[in-house]
């Protein structure tokens, strides 16, 4: 069992910023990798960003230069900073691990 939970989440006006962090517990040993994912209501989920143990990061190619994925190994923490943020990043941001773990998700409202 793994579980993640997201917490960073609010509401902030466009061109702010914020970082999301998630932190797993359980039997992490197993996770290589983890992953951001959000859904904006009426929209299908989608991948934001990876990052893996091995150090190798991708962010989606829409968010990139504004969104960064990083982790703390000894904090079992990984972390999602949103700069410059506009009204269409708002969504759900969920964490997710494979083969199929996902926390709760966290709310990101960014206002106009």
């Known amino acids: 069992q793994v579980q993640l939970v997201e917490s960073g989440g609010g509401l902030v006006q466009a061109g702010g910023s914020l970082r999301l962090s998630c932190t797993a517990s359980?039997?992490?040993?197993?996770?290589?990798?983890m992953a951001w994912y959000r859904q904006a209501p009426g929209k299908e989920r989608e991948l934001v960003a990876v990052s893996s143990n091995d150090g190798t990061t991708h962010v989606a190619e829409s968010l990139k230069g504004r969104f960064t994925i990083s982790g703390d190994n000894a904090k079992n923490t990984l972390y999602l900073r949103m700069n410059t943020l506009r009204p269409e990043d708002t969504a759900m941001y969920y964490c997710?691990?494979?083969?199929?773990?996902w926390g709760r998700g966290t709310q990101v409202a960014v206002s106009s």
């Open positions: 359980g039997i992490i040993f197993s996770i290589n990798t």
């Open positions: 997710a691990a494979p083969p199929g773990w």
